[in-house]
């Protein structure tokens, strides 16, 4: 990575949660009709021992500990990973040799001389350098020798080898060089974020001037200040051994990331106000548990409503000649466009208003991409030249351009436009080695592909398709782009590789589940993290043209020699114009699909909305797997559905839910209920629903908006409203509330409370610093103050967003279960 750690940064399991639909409740149970295609279903496995929520809520580690983290050694020989129990607040380090049956935990003594995961290379990859906690490494990777070349207690944010072997690294806002020859510790750039000192200044005033004039001692004073200036100008521009002067930038702005160019001349710097923070001092949660005994007020995150991103820009000093340049947005297409005209102009009818669009430049950053590990910055290494991706802080654009270093000059190479928004994931882009071609990753046809963008010419895709293409690497030779793609289903992933001058793939591994993959260093092998349905996620190592082999075997005894109901994956065809629905289906023990006596049934919900769970993998949500398998040996049927906008099916069904959280995944759920009773013998007046954050969502939109769609319904850690969840997440979705108020009204649970008719179970952590516990409490009064007597509330007081301690879990559970006992047996 060759940029400065960016200060915000939100991983998947942050996003939790998700709302809102403007339709009138009425009864749906007409609506479920009879109409849909049958589908056989196979018989669930037999079982002598039924589980119990106490086992499934139990200490996860009673599954495994599995390895995580896994990356190959330097000598592409052998694999290191780690392992953490889930009570455990330390990790364990492991190695494993590919010929080994098992692997070696590393001491603690060994552990500044594992190969790391991280690093750069030099030119002609014979030495590696890292950054281990907080210090320099360099390891020769020839002979294994490693150096350590800093020994300090400020941390070094990043380094880069120069095309001539010295390496560069950075610290804060200064930039430093170390010459391989001697040694010797240049200072390249000291980034200053204040006003430039003014030197010595002329009397100005008329009694300053006359002081100068008439006292002799007061005007030699000056004219030895004047001297000492100028000779210590002199004596900088000519003597080579003193540091270059430092650059002053200001007082109103901090740098957000720097990189430097692999020449050491240019220093590109990503500058926000100094003032912009991720809250304000209101933004609290209160910890009701405090370790002295009182309420500790822990900081929070802002709210969508009051978050006003300031955006970014982008300076560029050249370190040779001194010269600052300031990189203008006018080189990208569409910089200026009102692009959000005719949601403002829907909004001010709404209000009696008009309004009139015009045109003005848009805030814009670096794009940031919530899945990837690289830089929005990227340097061809042996041309001198620069490519930045930049995204619109109204989620509307994202531009790849280059920058002409002569003049500070954006040149768009490649815009993708989206009406709705820009995905936060599939932007990996980088040069070909040698070239001033570009690769990238891109969403303009509704599905992510790879992309060549040679400058001055047309893009040329390499992929192309109805699948998801993601987690792209160049090869070793440069002669391959790797990437991992679900061709065969949307739930099935596999790992290709493209030619980059036939542009032929070629299928690489044979799975039939989900997994992730790493490229060794000699690009020979795939380091596999790989799972099935009932199996979670083991290592294999897959050579390429060669047998997969299992390395890992940490799945316990107790878990994989249990009969476990493998959900089967199924279309759900929408009634809705929308294609089909994937969904999970966990039938009972004993299913008999002519059975008089119909069975009850339950649908889960999925968190994050921007989620793939219809798959073929083991999930993540590993309790509910487990949960949706003691329901069936109670006599549910189960179903999990990857409603219009999860993951994992193209652009079109991401942004289905634009300005309309709630509404589109409400119909793909009454879809469910309607094929579950055509398909799996359910009794439509005995289903329920649940889900935690973005699932808690859907729980209250579909109880809110269609309540007689369900019998019985638990919302998890839900958003309630959209206008107090974070900007990041909920301005792609919704805009800001300021710019759409309609789409937050329509989307946001709390504005549709009236229409709850059935027993709903809330349920939240007071900890949860991603979805507020206040989230609930606004939603338990608004239901109060509606008269509403059918919800009960649960709270845990220690609980973050994701739940820890398992005696929550089982608590929470019992709940959800009661629930479904009572209302639909």
């Known amino acids: 990575m060759t940029g400065k750690i960016r200060g915000f940064g939100l991983s998947i399991l942050t996003l939790a949660v998700l709302s809102g639909c403007s339709t009138t409740p009425q009864d749906t149970t007409a609506q479920v009709t009879q109409t849909a295609p049958t589908v056989p279903l196979a018989t669930p496995p037999s079982v002598d021992q039924a589980l119990t929520l106490n086992q499934v809520m139990a200490d996860p580690d009673w599954m495994g500990i599995f390895a995580k983290g896994e990356y190959w050694s330097d000598d592409s020989k052998s694999v290191y990973f780690a392992r953490q129990s889930h009570s455990a607040a330390i990790r364990d380090y492991y190695q494993q040799s590919l010929d080994a049956t098992s692997a070696t935990q590393l001491e603690l003594a060994q552990l500044h001389l594992a190969d790391q995961q991280r690093g750069v290379y030099d030119k002609d990859h014979k030495r590696k350098a890292y950054i281990y906690q907080g210090n320099l490494f360099v390891k020769d990777l020839a002979t294994g020798q490693v150096r350590q070349l800093t020994r300090q207690n400020s941390r070094i944010d990043g380094i880069r080898f120069l095309v001539n072997g010295d390496l560069a690294f950075w610290q804060g806002e200064q930039v430093f060089r170390i010459h391989q020859d001697s ?28 002081q100068h004039r008439l006292m002799a001692y007061v005007a030699l004073q000056q004219k030895n200040a004047e001297d000492k200036e100028q000779y210590q100008e002199s004596l900088t521009r000519v003597d080579p051994t003193f540091a270059p002067q430092a650059w002053y930038l200001g007082d109103s702005e901090r740098v957000s990331e720097m990189s430097l160019s692999p020449d050491g001349r240019y220093l590109l710097l990503s500058l926000i106000d100094k003032n912009y923070s991720w809250r304000s001092e209101h933004d609290i949660m209160p910890n009701y548990l405090g370790s002295q005994g009182y309420v500790d007020a822990v900081p929070a995150r802002a709210r969508v409503a009051e978050d006003n991103h300031p955006g970014e820009r982008f300076v560029l000093l050249d370190l040779a000649q001194h010269q600052q340049r300031d990189i203008s947005i006018e080189g990208l297409t569409g910089f200026d466009e009102d692009v959000l005209a005719d949601v403002k102009a829907e909004n001010a009818k709404a209000k009696g208003e008009s309004y009139k669009s015009e045109k003005a430049a848009r805030k814009i950053q670096l794009i940031q991409d919530w899945g990837w590990s690289q830089s929005a910055i990227q340097w061809q290494d042996d041309a001198g030249k620069l490519a930045l991706m930049i995204e619109a802080m109204d989620n509307k654009d994202r531009w790849l351009a280059t920058v002409d270093l002569s003049s500070g000059r954006l040149t768009t190479q490649h815009r993708l436009h989206d009406d709705a928004w820009v995905n936060y994931d599939y932007n990996q882009f980088g040069w070909l080695p040698g070239s001033d071609t570009l690769y990238y990753l891109s969403e303009e046809t509704g599905f992510s592909h790879i992309y060549l963008k040679a400058q001055g010419e047309k893009a040329k895709a390499l992929t192309q398709g109805k699948y998801v293409v993601s987690n792209i690497t160049l090869g070793p030779k440069a002669q391959y782009i790797y990437y991992k793609a679900n061709k065969a289903h949307p739930g099935i992933d596999n790992v290709y590789r493209v030619e980059i001058a036939s542009g032929k793939s070629e299928q690489l591994t044979n799975w039939d589940g989900q997994l992730d993959y790493t490229l060794s260093p000699d690009g020979t092998k795939l380091l596999l993290n790989a799972s099935r349905r009932t199996q979670p996620n083991e290592l294999f190592v897959q050579p390429i043209g060669g047998e997969l082999k299992q390395l890992t075997h940490y799945t316990s005894e107790a878990f994989a020699n249990y009969p476990w109901q493998a959900p089967e994956v199924v279309k759900v065809p929408s009634s809705y114009g929308a294609g089909d629905i994937y969904a999970r289906v966990y039938l009972p023990q004993g299913f008999d699909k002519s059975k008089a006596d119909k069975y009850p049934a339950v649908i889960f919900n999925h968190g994050a909305g921007y989620l793939q769970n219809a798959h073929y993998g083991f999930s993540a949500y590993f309790r509910e797997f487990m949960f949706h398998n003691l329901l069936t040996q109670q006599g549910y049927v189960v179903m999990d559905m990857d409603y219009r906008g999860s993951k994992g099916y193209g652009r079109d069904w ?45 729980t209250f939109m579909s109880m809110f908006t269609e309540p007689e769609l369900f019998q019985a319904g638990a919302a998890l850690r839900p958003v309630t409203d959209w206008a107090h969840y974070n900007a990041p997440y909920t301005s792609n979705i919704l805009n800001t509330p300021d710019v759409d108020a309609i789409a937050y009204e329509r989307s946001s649970p709390i504005e549709h409370a009236q229409g709850l008719q059935k027993p709903l179970l809330i349920m939240s952590g007071v900890l949860d610093d991603n979805v507020f516990f206040q989230d609930s409490v606004r939603m338990v009064q608004r239901l109060i103050e509606l008269e509403k007597p059918m919800f009960e509330t649960a709270i845990y007081p220690v609980e973050p967003h994701g739940f820890r301690q398992p005696s929550s879990w089982l608590d929470e559970y019992r709940r959800i279960f009661k629930l479904f006992e009572q209302e639909l047996k």
């Open 183 to 210: 040694g010797m510790v240049e200072q390249l750039a000291d980034i200053k974020m204040v006003k430039a000192p003014e030197g010595v200044q002329q009397p100005k005033s008329y009694i300053a001037k006359q």
């Open 654 to 698: 991401r942004t289905a839910i634009y300005r309309n959280m709630g509404h589109p995944e409400v119909e793909d759920l009454k879809d469910g209920v309607n094929w579950m009773a055509n398909n799996a013998n359910v009794d439509v007046s005995r289903v329920g629903t649940y889900g935690g954050s973005y699932g808690g969502f859907l």
